[in-house]
């Protein structure tokens, strides 16, 4: 079945520094994926996302690129802020038997000033 | 503004009783999906809903019950089958058709606490 693997937390950085968090997926076909943040107390919002092969999303200084070969979504920032503090949520998409998204565990991110 | 509300935030209820978490979008999206939290861990998908008047069981959906008599309307009944209901609730919703890179948007959350 479809699933989603993400690199366990929490993850300690300090401001500016360089981030990444692993996401690998299983999935027939060409699934679409996401990265979710999740500030506390509330709900996720849509970070970025890719819907085909070496396609790579961004926003608001976070990447990830669609690799296709190693089946990963890897998330990345040059320089981190304390403001970027939250769960982070690797996410997979496609209309099998109906429409549903398969999140990850989450990856919990602390900066610190 | 458009989006989803969920309501209360904050919910409590004592052992045994049923409870109905509301959830509203005025987006006009067809799909609607509930989904449980607890902490540290990720989202599990209680019941969705494709269209009005239909909806199906997701991974977890013992001790939970949906209704989707409206487009904007998607309630949650956790019911006193529920085992463990003290959780961080979430719902959401996505666009029309299944087309590639359809993001799902979500409402606030709802935390019960049972007690």
């Known amino acids: 079945g479809n699933s989603v693997t993400q690199m366990e937390g929490p993850v300690t950085l300090s401001e500016e520094a360089f981030l990444t968090i692993n996401c690998t997926y299983t999935a027939t076909g060409y699934p679409s994926l996401f990265w979710y943040v999740q500030y506390p107390g509330e709900g996720l919002q849509l970070l970025l996302k890719a819907t085909k092969a070496d396609d790579k999303g961004s926003n608001k200084g976070f990447e990830a690129t669609y690799r296709k070969e190693t089946t990963s979504f890897h998330l990345e920032k040059g320089s981190v802020q304390v403001s970027d503090s939250a769960v982070y949520f690797c996410a997979l998409s496609r209309a099998t038997g109906g429409f549903k998204t398969i999140f990850g565990a989450g990856t919990r991110l602390f900066v610190k000033a | 503004d458009g989006g989803i509300t969920q309501s209360p935030k904050y919910l409590f209820r004592k052992e045994g009783q049923n409870v109905t978490l509301s959830c509203e979008q005025n987006l006009n999206h067809d799909a609607m999906y509930w989904y449980r939290q607890d902490p540290g861990q990720g989202l599990r998908l209680i019941y969705y809903?494709?269209?009005?008047?239909?909806?199906q069981k997701g991974d977890i959906a013992e001790g939970y019950s949906v209704s989707r008599e409206k487009k904007e309307s998607f309630p949650l009944t956790v019911t006193s089958a529920q085992k463990n209901p003290t959780a961080f609730y979430l719902c959401?919703?996505?666009?029309?058709?299944?087309?590639?890179?359809?993001?799902?948007?979500f409402g606030q959350g709802t935390r019960l606490t049972v007690v």
């Open positions: 959401a919703s996505s666009p029309p058709g299944t087309g590639l890179g359809t993001e799902a948007f």
């Open positions: 809903s494709q269209i009005v008047n239909d909806f």
